[in-house]
């Protein structure tokens, strides 16, 4: 990618030819320099943004004691429990195998189907408006139907499995020891999420330029060649922020395994936003509740950042 | 395959059969036919839990579960969408159906369709804010050069890290202190700020696509830095802020934890409201099917309306 256009040639232009505006668009309040341009997006996001991040940190310093039924100081208390907490390890390997499948799954598939969309299919526009229905369900609503889907007795799913002789009736998607407990709650996110990489892949692949794809088709490129040398290459910034934003969605994921498993059978689908969510809400510590969601705000961080790194993003 | 009028087609950028669009030489194009088969089956497979819901919908109580699932041959039935959309009693329904009066007989317990709404005005102006908010910032992050611009992206992306379920507490403290619960600007600024990040780096990298020569040619001939992103760049990414507006609707019509927390039933949105109809004890699948399949209607609307400006971009030569 090339630099940023330098900003300073323009002005320099602009006062040779109109000497008397440059000392206004010197000024901070014009459009040549950035801050006016990002000021909004700013204020709205430090708005909402600050007061729940000031007060999860002042609250993990805290905690509730029932005895008195008042929240005391405890100092470094939460955090030195986050570092000796079993659960938390574990969770912590749940939500890496959950992020790890959804994400490679809904990628590699979203990919897939975008490519097939832009291929030029008839009626485009139909199968694209339809793929994206999925994520127009609420997770929670989705959570409940295919909670239903995968019943075992009922669950139109199973019936489906059950006719193509994939159905053992010892291990049901939800309910028997649990094994497949991980893969009945990725069913939904996949079945939602997949969409997501669909609509920002197609928008991805019909905004590239065409000269660079026709130029290799000129040169007697194949079309897999001409998809993994010259499209996959011009469609990185898109794909970069697409899988950005969905590790992201997923590391803080909720709605699914609340709904569908609650972490269970044990602790088998148990994500660190669950277990936040069970810390702050079920057994009411509001301030170990507070230090899991910061660990998850710094995990995410720190995956974010490696992430940009390993795979050399450019802002 | 370097056929002139494969070239100069835009299905030839991914797809190996380029001249599948060629109609003068009155081959039939197979390799459309096939794409577009494999396009209707994939689609087909992915709406077939909503097919089952949208059924579900119409169908009485006794059929709603039944397995395997029936596409034809039951009573359908408006009943469901006639509480949930028009206020209809529904211990009559009950009485019909079932001998009793049931479940449901509280009045008005089901009766959606002004939370439809609030979803929709909440949706609606929070992705038109979210968009407004975020274009220029997005501009600027493109084009600028600046210190420290890797950290300040990274900044607007971690905004939205932070798990929902250990935020909203505070915000709902922060809410009730400036009165703002149970409004629905307060909703909307909070799904706005929720979109702001995606919104932004998606426009980015939208705008990146977009050659600068076009804002150096804008302002050579006499466009200030404003002039030049407002007139010219912004219609070449119409594709990038479509789908960032189907995104930033889509994410605010799904949101639940922050709508539910920070309202007490004045203003409910859809999946606040749906949440009311399972309990520990049943869930009212027909209603909360009906009320579904009702709001999907909208967004697919609304998609569809969309979807027109997901075009090619500007080609690299228009400038040149």
Redesign the interface.
């Known amino acids: 990618?090339?630099?940023?256009?330098?900003?300073t040639p323009?002005r320099d232009?602009?006062d040779a030819r109109w000497g008397r505006f440059a000392r206004g668009r010197e000024a901070v309040l014009?459009?040549?320099h950035?801050y006016?341009?990002?000021l909004?997006?700013?204020i709205?996001?430090l708005?909402?943004?600050i007061?729940?991040?000031i007060?999860?940190v002042y609250n993990s310093f805290r905690e509730f004691n029932p005895m008195t039924g008042a929240v005391e100081p405890v100092g470094l208390e939460n955090w030195a429990r986050l570092l000796r907490d079993d659960r938390v390890r574990g969770a912590l390997g749940t939500t890496a195998i959950y992020v790890a499948a959804a994400l490679i799954v809904e990628f590699v598939l979203g990919l897939m189907?975008a490519?097939?969309?832009?291929?030029?299919?008839?009626?485009?526009?139909?199968?694209?408006?339809?793929?994206?229905?999925?994520?127009?369900?609420?997770?929670?609503?989705?959570a409940?139907?295919?909670e239903?889907?995968e019943n075992a007795?009922?669950?139109?799913l199973s019936?489906l499995l059950k006719q193509i002789g994939l159905f053992n009736p010892a291990e049901p998607l939800l309910g028997g020891t649990g094994r497949y407990a991980m893969v009945a709650v990725l069913i939904p996110e996949i079945?939602q999420w997949?969409?997501?990489f669909i609509?920002?892949l197609?928008?991805?692949?019909?905004?590239?330029?065409?000269?660079p794809?026709?130029a290799s088709?000129?040169d007697?490129a194949?079309?897999?060649q001409?998809?993994w040398l010259v499209?996959l290459p011009m469609l990185r910034?898109?794909i970069?922020?697409a899988v950005?934003?969905r590790l992201?969605?997923l590391?803080?994921v909720?709605?699914y395994i609340y709904v569908m498993t609650s972490g269970g059978p044990g602790v088998k689908t148990e994500v660190?936003?669950f277990y936040?969510?069970q810390r702050?809400f079920a057994t009411i510590e509001?301030g170990y509740?507070?230090v899991?969601?910061?660990a998850?705000?710094v995990l995410?961080?720190v995956v974010?950042?490696l992430y940009?790194r390993v795979f050399k993003i450019q802002? | 395959?370097?056929h002139p009028t494969?070239?100069?087609d835009?299905?030839?950028?991914?797809?190996?059969?380029?001249g599948?669009?060629r109609r003068r030489g009155g081959r039939f194009p197979w390799a459309?036919?096939a794409?577009?088969i494999?396009?209707?089956a994939?689609?087909?497979i992915?709406?077939l839990?909503?097919l089952?819901?949208a059924l579900a919908a119409i169908k009485p109580t006794q059929e709603i579960?039944?397995?395997?699932?029936k596409l034809f041959g039951f009573d359908p039935t408006l009943n469901w969408f006639r509480v949930v959309l028009g206020n209809a009693d529904p211990t009559r329904f009950n009485v019909e159906t079932t001998g009793s009066v049931g479940r449901g007989s509280g009045g008005g317990t089901f009766f959606s369709l002004f939370y439809l709404l609030d979803s929709f005005i909440i949706g609606a102006v929070s992705t038109l804010l979210v968009l407004?908010?975020?274009t220029?910032?997005a501009?600027?992050?493109?084009?600028?050069?600046?210190r420290r611009?890797?950290d300040?992206?990274?900044w607007?992306?971690?905004?939205?890290?932070?798990?929902?379920?250990?935020?909203a507490?505070?915000?709902f403290?922060?809410f009730r202190d400036l009165g703002w619960i149970d409004t629905y600007h307060g909703l909307i600024?909070?799904h706005?700020?929720?979109n702001?990040?995606?919104a932004?780096?998606?426009l980015?990298?939208?705008f990146?696509?977009v050659p600068?020569d076009l804002?150096?040619a804008a302002?050579?001939d006499g466009a200030?830095?404003?002039g030049a992103?407002f007139t010219v760049v912004l219609r070449y990414v119409r594709?990038?802020l479509?789908?960032t507006a189907?995104?930033a609707f889509?994410f605010s019509?799904?949101e639940?934890?922050l709508s539910l927390v920070l309202t007490t039933g004045n203003i409910r949105t859809?999946?606040v409201a749906?949440?009311t109809f399972?309990t520990a004890f049943a869930?009212e699948?027909g209603y909360?099917a009906a009320l579904?399949t009702a709001?999907?209607v909208p967004?697919?609307v609304f998609?569809?309306l969309v979807?027109?400006h997901?075009?090619?971009?500007?080609?690299?030569?228009a400038v040149k």
Request: one cysteine or more; a positive charge; hydrophobic letters at 55%.
């Open positions: 990618m090339d630099e940023i256009t330098p900003v323009v232009r602009d014009s459009s040549d950035p006016l341009w990002f909004p997006v700013v709205l996001l708005f909402i943004g007061y729940p991040l007060y999860n189907i490519t097939l969309l832009n291929g030029g299919p008839w009626a485009s526009g139909l199968w694209q408006a339809l793929l994206i229905l999925p994520m127009v369900v609420p997770p929670t609503v989705a409940v139907m295919f239903v889907l007795d009922y669950g139109a019936w079945w997949t969409p997501f609509l920002i197609l928008a991805g692949l019909k905004a590239l330029p065409s000269e794809l026709e088709q000129v007697g194949t079309g897999w001409t998809f499209t910034p898109m970069a922020i950005l934003f992201v969605d590391l803080k909720f709605d660190l936003s936040a969510y702050s509001w509740g507070s899991l969601g910061i998850i705000l995410a961080i974010a950042n940009t802002w | 395959m370097a494969a070239i100069s835009r299905t030839s950028q991914v797809a190996p059969a380029a599948a669009r459309r036919l794409r577009t494999v396009s209707a994939v689609a087909i992915f709406c839990p909503i089952w819901w579960l039944s397995v395997p699932p407004v908010l975020a220029p910032a501009y600027a992050l493109s084009r600028f050069r600046m611009r890797k300040f992206a990274f607007i992306l971690s905004q939205r890290m932070m798990p929902p379920i250990v935020a507490f505070p915000l403290i922060m600024l909070v706005a700020a929720m702001a990040p995606l932004t780096l998606l980015m990298s939208f990146d696509e600068r804002d150096e302002m050579v200030t830095r404003f992103f594709g990038g479509a789908a189907v995104l889509v019509w799904n639940f934890l859809v999946p749906s949440s399972t869930t699948w909360l579904g709001s999907m967004i697919f998609i569809l979807q027109r997901l075009v090619r971009g500007l080609t690299l030569g």
